[in-house]
């Protein structure tokens, strides 16, 4: 504990119970008390991440789940609660699919994510829903069969503008992919492209949702409105969450 401490841990007892747990052996205590004392984000030294009392797996390389993000699987299950099909676009780990598989029981579940390492996370996080998780750039991943029978197409995108990836804390902007944090020029890019695309995939009565910041909501909003879907904006003040719902006509 001492050495977590020492490395500007504000949480040193419960991460050095949380490090104790997960050891394999106690020989590899010190090795991961290491690893987290010379930055290495929590999560991924102990293999999970905490999302809707699940644990998540983790590993190097896959963008760790935020819990602000459990507001987006809380909209959706609030507002379609009987979706038969539910899509988890950009992936990652596959938290959001697995949170969503959990609350809906039964539901077809697909995954998708441009990066292998975020594939081959999410099949563990998801194969006891009976999900799949495809490799490839968003709607390209998905079996064509998925078209116009989306009930919930959920889509955690990168929001980051390129230009504030460095102002990120060290464990993002050292330890995560920068194509799950990167958005582009104003941090909406791949969002456009989501929207523009989910009407095509979304049942009717569907919803897309993604999540954004609050200075982007407006642009975002926008991007909705001008791919044919009828948009609103939900905001969880608690968590500094903001999401944006679309509904397929």
Request: glycine share 12%; with cysteine; hydrophobic share 45%.
């Amino acid at each position: 504990m001492a050495d977590l401490r020492a490395a500007g841990c504000v949480f040193a007892e419960d991460e050095a119970e949380l490090i104790l747990d997960a050891a394999p052996t106690p020989g590899d205590i010190a090795s991961m008390v290491e690893r987290r004392a010379a930055g290495l984000p929590l999560e991924l030294v102990v293999g999970w991440a905490g999302f809707r009392g699940r644990r998540i797996a983790v590993e190097p390389g896959v963008f760790v789940p935020r819990r602000r993000t459990e507001f987006l699987v809380e909209q959706a299950l609030a507002q379609v609660p009987d979706a038969a099909v539910v899509v988890d676009l950009c992936c990652g780990s596959g938290a959001v699919g697995a949170a969503l598989a959990a609350g809906l029981r039964g539901a077809e579940l697909h995954a998708a994510d441009i990066d292998p390492a975020a594939v081959r996370c999410a099949r563990r996080n998801v194969a006891g829903f009976g999900g799949r998780v495809h490799t490839g750039d968003l709607f390209d991943a998905l079996p064509g069969g998925l078209r116009g029978r989306v009930d919930i197409l959920a889509a955690n995108v990168p929001y980051v503008p390129s230009d504030e990836i460095g102002l990120l804390p060290p464990e993002a902007r050292d330890h995560e992919p920068r194509v799950a944090l990167d958005g582009g020029a104003d941090g909406l890019d791949v969002l456009r492209r989501v929207a523009a695309g989910a009407p095509g995939w979304l049942a009717p009565g569907g919803r897309l949702l993604v999540e954004t910041s609050s200075r982007q909501a407006p642009a975002a909003v926008d991007a909705f409105t001008g791919a044919g879907l009828r948009p609103r904006l939900a905001v969880c003040e608690e968590r500094y969450a903001h999401v944006v719902v679309g509904v397929r006509a």
